[in-house]
């Protein structure tokens, strides 16, 4: 009777979990419909906007630049001898070319950002729930969501294309250096090799990749931010809810638009 009992409780408890689970993922869909709902209807708050533009891209220069740089040296190393195992040293500015653009400068940019820009959102509207500061705001007839979700999740959106489009920059400064000590080439040299095998395709998929992932960032910080509870302990869990989930979902987008970014360019 007993391990019947047992048994019973467990299953309820699963049954429970998924229950939590589905109710979860619906509230943060609705989250997500209601900012598309409210980013196009005025009234906008550009001055609020562009604050967080400043925050999201300006703040953001000096990691960035730094991780730019570190990881276009670190993989030109790490790709210099397999290719000079086939004597094939030649390509290595193409090579490096590729998969920054392509791959390495959305992901790592979004990454970063994820950790910086959406633990920064989580905390600081995780911090505004809990203190009620958010409902004060409601009350002075001033829409909360408008004012602090959409103009965050457009600074993401807008910012973070443009924060890899300068890690890619760095990166391949990064790698030109480690190119030009070992096979002292020049600067313009490096770039028409770098450029010659990139597409449009590629370019094009990059940025729409940074702009799927800064919407990604920036909803996913706001959402955690605007459901915390539990007083300063949620503040805490909204930033590192908001930093591993939004890292999740980046890394589950990459598999996705690579596979489509894959189709397309085959067909």
């Known amino acids: 009777m007993s391990v019947g009992g047992s048994g019973q409780k467990g ?7 998924f229950g939590e689970l589905g109710a979860g993922v619906y509230d943060a869909w609705m989250f997500v419909l209601r900012f598309f709902r409210e980013a196009f209807v005025p009234p ?26 570190v990881t276009g040296i670190v993989f030109t190393k790490q790709s210099r001898p397999s290719l000079e195992s ?5 390509w290595l500015p193409s090579l ?10 959305p992901l790592v940019t979004a990454l970063i950002c994820a950790g910086k820009v959406g633990s920064n959102i989580g905390a600081e509207l995780g911090s505004m729930k809990v203190s009620e500061q958010i409902e004060a705001m409601e009350v002075s007839a001033i829409n909360p969501f408008k004012y602090l979700v959409v103009t965050r999740t457009l600074a993401c959106t807008l910012m973070i294309p443009v924060l890899v489009m300068y890690s890619a920059f760095v990166g391949l400064i990064g790698s030109y250096f480690n190119v030009h000590a070992n096979e002292a080439t020049s600067l313009i040299s490096y770039f028409q090799d770098a450029f010659s095998t990139i597409t449009f395709l590629d370019l094009w998929s990059s940025a729409a990749k940074s702009f799927v ?13 605007f459901r915390a509870s539990k007083g300063t302990q949620g503040v805490g869990l909204a930033a590192n809810s908001a930093v591993v989930t939004g890292m999740f979902l980046v890394f589950m987008e990459e598999i996705v638009l690579v596979q489509m970014i894959n189709w397309i360019r085959f067909y």
């Open 86 to 90: 086939f004597g094939a040293t030649s």
């Open 213 to 225: 992932y800064g919407f990604t960032v920036g909803i996913v910080g706001c959402y955690k931010g």
């Open 11 to 17: 299953s309820l408890s699963l049954a429970d979990r």
């Open 96 to 105: 490096i070319a590729i998969a920054v653009i392509r791959a390495l400068a």
């Open 44 to 69: 906008w708050h550009f001055k609020e906007l562009l604050r967080q533009c400043y925050m999201v891209g300006y703040m953001s220069l000096p990691l960035i630049s730094l991780t730019g740089f």
